[in-house]
């Protein structure tokens, strides 16, 4: 049997007293973990889920979260992690896109979602024990046996058209992402891992996220980062490792105090989400004196992890990201899809048993996204002699903002909308906190008048917070190729020299 909770079940039985979850005031043991997970599996149950049905989540960090995952899983059913920070408009497209049989979601989220049918609110109590959602003598059902090659989750990311897609992970691709990510990082049952970026995030679920759990380690969840509270929380609960957004380095490092809290016991952070530079790494390792920083490249079509830097490698190689991991091949492609030498840059393209069979409900998407069973990346690299990745370029229009992807076609989307707008492209623009944020350029039509804040304004009110664009410029046109495609790099480039463009 291959359903999640078979390995909590297994650690149960074998070490019933070894902490698995701590969340704020809740230390729970593998064994309490595994009779949370039959009372959730008992309260969805009793709202009709079972085989095949597919159970979303609305939700921050918590105990909860993970127990209606393995809940989810207990009853054969499939997960959707839906992103807390969308706008109810954007929730409401994936639930009924996926399917979806049931939303649950945080009670603070109650306006957001107060558009979507069979919505349960998870409150503060729940959220810190999700069995409390189940009404006492409800009857536990019997697990379901689940096949490697079904459905454990849909996870939908943004891409270059202006709707999310659906990833499809079967429980083979976890399971082997598990085993990789294991093999890389040497982990035991004696690491405790910090889940401090959001587990609807690969980042934080995958890398290695719960693959701590199946080796029998303890998982420590902070609902959300703040610098400060981190930094406590690796000094008192003596993590060992975690994975943060390029983000949540920055702001650790730039804290005023931060050299004063103990942080002895942690030995490694993967970081995502965009290149490293050399001084960022040396500064890490300044304060986590001894701990190592692993760049890293994956994506949520293969649950992440795909290429990561090896100790001793991080100067040596500075701009790559690593080699392949143990079951994972990388190769760069032209067009055509023909494989390039080394030191050729090309699309990256990745094959193995943990990338995705592709996207829920759309599948001239997934052929487009294959060169057989190469998966496409949509981002520019290529391998050196040694095998190291170096990404140079994003193929996908995408902007990723605190490690969070953004297709500029989506806020695009939106924009166009405006009666007042003739053209309109989003670009990327350098930002000191979140690495990247969105930027538009609009060209209004004749006789109209436009302000940033109108913009701004239309976004807000469909987006989420972190797609609305940071600044707003206007042109006369925008400058295209000789088929009509916008040159958003010559946008990029005269944002960057403050010409051509004005605010």
């Keep these: 049997m291959v359903n999640l909770s078979s390995f909590i079940h297994a650690h149960a039985l074998r070490q019933p007293d070894r902490p698995a979850l701590i969340y704020a005031d809740q230390r729970v043991s593998y064994a309490a973990l595994d009779q949370r997970i039959a009372r959730a599996a008992a309260f969805l149950a009793s709202k009709g889920i079972g085989p095949g049905d597919i159970v979303a989540v609305f939700m921050k960090n918590s105990a909860a979260f993970l127990e209606i995952t393995f809940a989810t899983s207990y009853l054969g059913a499939v997960f959707l992690p839906v992103n807390f920070r969308l706008s109810g408009e954007e929730c409401g497209y994936i639930v009924a896109h996926a399917g979806a049989r049931l939303l649950l979601a945080d009670e603070e989220f109650a306006a957001t979602v107060a558009g979507i049918d069979n919505v349960v609110l998870v409150d503060a109590a729940a959220q810190s024990d999700s069995g409390r959602l189940a009404s006492p003598g409800l009857a536990v059902p019997a697990p379901q046996v689940r096949k490697p090659e079904d459905l454990f989750r849909l996870m939908y990311t943004s891409g270059t058209t202006d709707r999310p897609k659906g990833v499809m992970h079967s429980y083979e691709n976890f399971y082997w992402k598990c085993m990789d ?88 952070c993967i970081a995502g989400g965009e290149k490293t530079p050399e001084n960022r790494i040396r500064d890490f390792t300044r304060l986590f004196k001894a701990a190592r920083f692993i760049d890293g490249f994956g994506l949520t079509e293969t649950c992440s992890g795909d290429t990561l830097m090896e100790a001793g490698k991080e100067i040596e190689k500075i701009g790559s990201t690593g080699r392949a991991l143990a079951h994972v091949e990388v190769t760069i492609r032209d067009d055509e899809g023909k494989v390039l030498p080394a030191a050729t840059e090309g699309e990256i393209c990745l094959r193995g048993p943990k990338v995705t069979k592709g996207y829920w409900r759309d599948p001239k998407k997934t052929e487009q996204s294959f060169y057989g069973d190469w998966f496409r990346s949509g981002d520019v690299g290529y391998l050196d002699e040694d095998g190291f990745l170096f990404i140079t370029d994003r193929k996908k229009d995408m902007i990723i ?32 906190k979140w690495g990247e944020r969105p930027a538009a350029i609009v060209v209004v039509k004749p006789g109209q008048a436009l302000s940033a804040e109108d913009v701004q304004s239309r976004c807000r009110a469909a987006l989420a917070s972190f797609k609305v664009p940071s600044r707003v410029f206007f042109r006369d046109t925008l400058p295209r190729n000789p088929s009509g495609k916008v040159l958003k790099r010559v946008l990029r480039d005269e944002i960057a020299n403050d010409s051509q463009v004005t605010p």
């Excluded at 490690?403 to 806020?411: H, L, P, Q, R, V």
């Design 401 to 432: 903002s605190g490690g969070e992807n953004i297709a500029s076609s989506e806020i695009e989307r939106v924009i166009y909308q405006m009666p007042e707008v003739a053209e309109c492209a989003v670009i990327g623009i350098p930002d000191p």
């Design 181 to 268: 990510h294991v093999i890389a990082l040497g982990m035991t049952a004696a690491d405790r891992l910090l889940a401090v970026g959001p587990l609807y995030h690969v980042g934080a679920f995958d890398l290695p996220g719960i693959a701590i759990l199946w080796v029998g380690g303890t998982l420590i969840v902070q609902r959300q980062f703040d610098e400060a509270e981190t930094l406590a929380l690796i000094e008192a609960e003596r993590v060992t490792c975690a994975w943060f957004a390029p983000m949540m380095v920055g702001r650790m490092l730039a804290l005023q105090g931060a050299e004063t809290y103990d942080l002895s016991s942690f030995k490694w």
